[in-house]
């Protein structure tokens, strides 16, 4: 069955201003305007690259619809979505820690977002498709309930979590390989034992003091948080290790109706956002890890929605996903590859090797007791 592929230009049109990289410009205090690092370039070549490459063809176009405030209101509060519109009426103002810009529209353009994945999960839902890739701005899974963050406004995937739900697929676990911790998405699931959120991410790098192994769930969903935050400096060894003795193993003891997959590719090698060195053959390979999973576990629903990405290699790791969600042969090869082979060459260290093995002992807690369906 088919792939689906959500995309929409207005994306691209989300406006984060002259920020210096991710700080507002303050030139009075020494900083210069410049562009926000979550800027559209990235995103429109990753679009451009699935395009060229001719993977477009291979993958059904899902023309996303807004999400509606009844469907947002199942993970945000009344007062946040307000200030949200409000603001973006505007033009001006920030979602909550000053890195997250709210330009003319943002609001309505992450409403869009949102729809994105949502529309993917009803198509996975309808048979339509199997799985689906979402590529979206703004992002969403740092967003909590009543505030952005980390450059995000909505958090999408949240909210096409409890769509899932109220679809009849009562347990859904998220898988989020962005370099940096999904902690909205935990925050908003955090005693909630029917969301299984697990979040491979850098030690302390984003949010600052999150994220970390012993941050595991609370009140009826302890165990139903799992943090695996690898030592700066992690490559492939360390990510698929982390894979295939965490997030596989807990996948199968949760066994989830949906797997929705927060696919941040700031842990690209050559990211400006994080320090560590993941290659399109590694994305590729953790994509495989994760396909293989639904199959055995949901008749391989799986919808993944774009986080995080900050360098030019994004489009390449892009390219290497949304193939092997679609099961097919490489459309292009790594332009990088050669570049790159020097990173994908260190074995998995001492010190990576004990944080997995932390979280590994973790996975027995996973509460597996099925919840009566959701009426979010
Ligand atoms: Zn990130």
């Known amino acids: ?47 451009e690259l699935l395009h060229v490459s001719g993977l477009l063809r291979e993958l059904m176009i899902i023309e996303p619809g807004r999400a509606t405030r009844a469907q947002l209101l199942r993970v945000h509060t009344h007062g946040y979505l307000n200030r949200l519109a409000q603001h973006s009426r505007l033009g001006d103002g920030d979602a909550g820690d000053g890195h997250s810009p709210i330009g003319r529209g943002s609001y309505d353009i992450a409403c869009l977002a949102a729809g994105a994945v949502i529309d993917l999960v009803t198509a996975v839902a309808d048979g339509d498709i199997t799985n689906g ?28 979590a409890r769509h899932a739900q109220t679809l009849g697929m009562a347990r859904v676990a ?4 962005d370099a940096h911790h999904g902690n909205g998405t935990q ?17 302390n790098c984003f949010p600052p003091d999150s994220g970390w192994i012993h941050d595991n769930g609370a009140g009826d969903g302890t165990g139903s948080a799992l943090n695996v935050p690898v030592p700066p400096g992690s490559g492939p060894a360390a990510w698929l290790h982390a894979m295939t003795q965490v997030v596989i193993p807990a996948l199968d003891r949760f066994t989830p109706d949906l797997i929705l997959l927060a696919a941040g590719f700031d842990a690209n090698v ?15 390979q953790i994509t495989s890890l994760l396909t293989d999973a639904a199959d055995r576990l949901c008749n391989g629903r799986l919808v993944a929605t774009h986080e995080g990405g900050y360098s030019f290699y994004v489009p390449a790791c ?17 332009p990088y590859a050669t570049i790159v082979a020097g990173y994908n060459t260190e074995p998995l260290l001492a010190h990576q090797r004990a944080v997995i093995e932390q979280a590994t002992q973790l996975v027995p807690t996973i509460p597996t007791t099925a919840p009566p369906l959701a009426t979010h």
């Not at 703004?138 to 963050?149: I, K, N, T």
């Open 133 to 160: 890739y979402a590529l979206v701005r703004p992002p969403g899974h740092h967003a909590l309930a009543d505030q952005g963050m980390g450059f995000c406004l909505i958090n999408s995937i949240a909210v096409a």
């Open 318 to 334: 892009v390219a290497a996903h949304v193939e092997t969600l679609a099961g097919l042969p490489p459309h292009i090869t790594d």
């Open 270 to 284: 050559f990211d400006t956002l994080a320090r560590q060195s993941l290659t399109a053959d590694a994305y590729r």
């Open 1 to 47: 069955m088919a792939t689906g592929y959500a995309y929409h230009p207005l994306f691209l049109w989300h406006d984060t201003g002259t920020s210096a990289a991710l700080i507002p410009a303050n030139p009075m205090a020494g900083v210069q305007p410049a562009t926000h690092l979550e800027h559209p370039e990235f995103k429109r070549r990753a679009h």
């Open 187 to 203: 925050a908003i699931f955090n005693s909630d034992p029917s969301v299984l959120t697990i979040s491979v991410h850098q030690a």
């Open 174 to 177: 998220v898988v989020d390989i």
